[in-house]
Nanobody
Framework: QVQLVESGGGLVQSGGSLRLSCAASGRTLIHYVIGWFRQAPGKERELLSAVTWGEGITYYADSVKGRFTISRDTAKSTVYLQMNSLKPEDTAVYYC????????????WGQGTQVTVSS
């Protein structure tokens, strides 16, 4: 079983930056995709970005393209989400999750980390 633990959330002013971390433990991730999601109160969960562990192929939602950058450190088994130019509407609980490549559903989730952007 792969366990995911997010960290790095907090309170930041509009225009500021945060870097979230998703530390993975357990089995090898070579065949997996790690995604970053967020969910704001009253809104559906949204996939923001994802990366394939083996090749480092990335995906970004239009809402964060150009502002957020996903990366991975295979030696540390950690995926990062660098968030720049944050806006109040980025306020949400941020989660990382994993799925096997080729599958549609993410099957393991972290506990989430709160990001609050003040105006």
């Amino acid at each position: 079983q792969v366990q995911l633990v997010e960290s790095g959330g907090g309170l930041v002013q509009s225009g500021g930056s945060l870097r979230l971390s998703c530390a993975a433990s357990g089995r090898t991730l070579i065949h997996y995709v790690i995604g970053w999601f967020r969910q704001a109160p009253g809104k559906e969960r949204e996939l923001l970005s994802a990366v394939t562990w083996g090749e480092g192929i990335t995906y970004y939602a239009d809402s964060v393209k150009g502002r957020f950058t996903i990366s991975r450190d295979t030696a540390k088994s950690t995926v990062y989400l660098q968030m720049n130019s944050l806006k109040p509407e980025d306020t949400a609980v941020y989660y990382c999750a994993k799925k096997r490549r080729g599958e549609s559903e993410y099957d393991s989730w972290g506990q989430g980390t709160q990001v609050t952007v003040s105006s």
